[in-house]
């Protein structure tokens, strides 16, 4: 059985929906025969393993343990979905204050026990927050922790080819970007329609303005609508991508959509939110975000959004005054 990699992979959070169906399609996908499942809820946790063990995979080291140091030493790669879930009638924000000391925690760990991580995954929300407060207290670099806001552009993608009804593969280059909350900048001039540019499109009796308009709430609200239709948060869709993340970061196909990445230029500075990315065995590479004016000043928008979540992360004391960030990771 051939693997990407024999290296370590922890998944936190292993006995949610999330974390169990991470794991699966780690092992399905092939990525390492090392799989280590961590999460303080014991007997959810075996019933996971024992799960997983009946599968029969082949070839696999499937191990799991309710032990931080124990899940996190020699850890090389590693991906969280060990926040509180959210539920109907919350926003992702509404997460802010648990999430952010479970954040803390989770960087903390990796710091102390897995210093040679390579890559670290955050998805728990609010994920912009999250993952700064992961980077931040892990000590990592910030091309090492990434976290899930492609889910905000594969929902852009699916909203447009049911839309349009023409095949995925048809709808190419769908981008949302800054944070992955209700303030997220929606792109419409990167994307293609069957080959034709969709903001050439828009206002258009293929695509009027206002079924555009509708579509873009309908990408906003793509979370809130999985909780309607299911009674739970979505699960399904943030693992795949989860892994699909880790797998290009283990030097597998690079990831084809945006993630949330620590940014700091002349532009956005101190905050993590979706850029336009790729993630390689070298980490993650950032590039320019271009779009038009209206859609620059919705990312302008979003960020300032975001700002407001990480000064009162700062206020509640979770995090220091961002002058005091290089004392806890001087790779900022």
């Known amino acids: 059985m051939e693997f990407l990699t024999n290296d370590k992979l922890l998944i936190v959070g292993a006995a949610g929906m999330i974390g169990s169906n991470m794991a699966q399609t780690a092992l399905m996908m092939h990525l390492t025969p090392n799989v280590c499942l961590y999460d303080p809820f014991a007997p959810a946790l075996e019933g996971v393993a024992e799960e997983l063990y009946q599968c029969a995979f082949e070839g696999v080291n499937l191990t799991f343990t309710s032990d931080v140091a124990t899940a996190f030493k020699d850890a090389k790669y590693i991906v969280s979905s060990g926040g509180a879930a959210r539920k109907a009638g919350m926003t992702r924000e509404d997460l802010l204050k648990g999430n952010a000391a479970i954040a803390e925690d989770f960087g903390k760990n990796v710091k102390k026990y897995a210093p040679d991580a390579k890559f670290v995954v955050v998805i728990f929300n609010p994920a912009d927050i999250t993952g700064l407060i992961t980077l931040i207290y892990s000590g990592l670099k910030p091309s090492q922790v990434a976290t899930l806001a492609a889910l905000d552009s594969t929902r852009l993608q699916d909203q ?12 190419e280059n769908c981008r949302t970007y800054g944070g992955h909350g209700e303030q997220m900048a929606v792109f419409a001039s990167t994307t293609l329609v069957d080959g034709k540019p969709l903001d050439s499109i828009i206002g258009t009796e293929e695509l009027p303005e206002s079924d555009w308009e509708v579509i873009k709430q309908k990408v906003v609200q793509g979370g809130k609508n ?31 959509w945006p993630v949330g990445t620590y940014v700091d230029n002349d532009k956005f ?33 979003s960020y300032k959004h975001l700002c407001e979540l990480r000064d009162e992360v700062i206020q509640m004391g979770v995090l220091p005054p961002i002058a005091d960030w290089k004392n806890l990771n001087p790779n900022l």
């Open 226 to 256: 999985i909780i309607d239709l299911r009674g739970r948060s979505s699960f399904q869709s943030p693992a795949y991508l989860s892994i699909e993340m880790i797998a290009a970061a283990m030097g597998g196909k690079p990831f084809r």
């Open 269 to 301: 500075k101190n905050i993590m939110m979706a850029m336009e990315t790729t993630i390689t065995k070298d980490g993650i590479k950032v590039a320019p975000v271009k779009g038009t004016p209206a859609e620059e000043a919705e990312l302008e928008k």
């Open 160 to 171: 447009l080819v049911k839309y349009f009804k023409l095949p995925a593969a048809k709808i």
